[in-house]
């Protein structure tokens, strides 16, 4: 077996892939959302149980916390797969296909992989076709930052070349009639944990900055 075909397959034995889950074919906004119901529900039971004083149903509360746990480290799990595949990826087109399919590091070409997208309110939506990775611009009203994965910014994203032809929505007038204390209660905030630490994004980070789970940089050219 070549080097290249050893590294790739031990890439793919890395990340998990070829193996399954109850979460397989969900995005990540949706493991997402499903991460947050599982915690507000584990919060419920947490709180349930402090009230509660029968043995019997304490006994319950704790397998279902147990079984609401292991549920949150699977998604967690599958959402640190497809961040790492994300920000591994090189968003472009080409590369040659194995027995695995193709390159998990992404394609070669002079044109990137993305799509691109305008939303009704004048902005810009761009989506990798390789790994899913959607870039989207500062957040206007609530100054949420632009997206950044792998070191990629919205801007590399939404300038990158591609021959894919960009589509387009109805475009809509927006006008904010907030008032100041809507606007301060709805600015955003950076994610933080229940200890108030600042939560890294884990997608924004370069390839290989925290561990050999990530993908290799691929090549512009093969030799």
């Known amino acids: 077996m070549s080097t290249n075909k050893q590294n ?9 892939i070829g193996t399954t889950s109850e979460f397989d074919g969900l995005s990540a906004n ?11 529900q584990l919060k ?55 027995r695995e399919g193709l390159p998990v590091e992404g394609g070669n070409d002079d044109n990137y992989a993305l799509l ?18 959607e870039w989207l611009p500062e957040d206007r009203f609530s100054g949420r930052p632009a997206t950044v994965i792998g070191g990629f910014t919205y801007r590399d994203a939404l300038m990158a ?4 032809s960009p589509s387009k929505s109805a475009i809509f007038r927006l ?9 301060e209660a709805e600015k955003w905030q950076p ?7 600042l939560i890294k994004d884990e997608r924004a980070l370069v390839p290989n900055s925290d561990g050999p789970l990530q993908p290799p940089a691929p090549s512009l050219r093969r030799g």
């Open 175 to 183: 006008e904010d009639h907030r008032s100041p204390e809507q606007v």
């Open 191 to 197: 994610p933080r944990n229940e200890q108030g630490e």
């Open 161 to 164: 070349r591609t021959d894919n």
């Open 44 to 98: 419920k039971l947490e709180l349930s149980e402090r009230l509660e004083k029968s043995e019997e149903k304490r006994r319950k509360i704790q397998e279902n916390k147990t079984r609401f746990e292991a549920a949150m480290r699977r998604i967690q799990m599958d959402l640190a797969r497809i961040y790492a595949r994300q920000r591994g990826c090189s968003h472009r087109k080409g590369g040659l296909a194995g």
């Open 30 to 40: 949706e493991l997402t959302a499903e991460e947050k119901r599982l915690d507000v």
């Open 116 to 133: 691109k997208h305008q939303l009704p309110s004048g902005d810009w939506l761009v989506t990798c076709q390789r790994c899913a990775a």
């Open 8 to 16: 790739q397959t031990e890439i793919l034995k890395e990340l998990g």
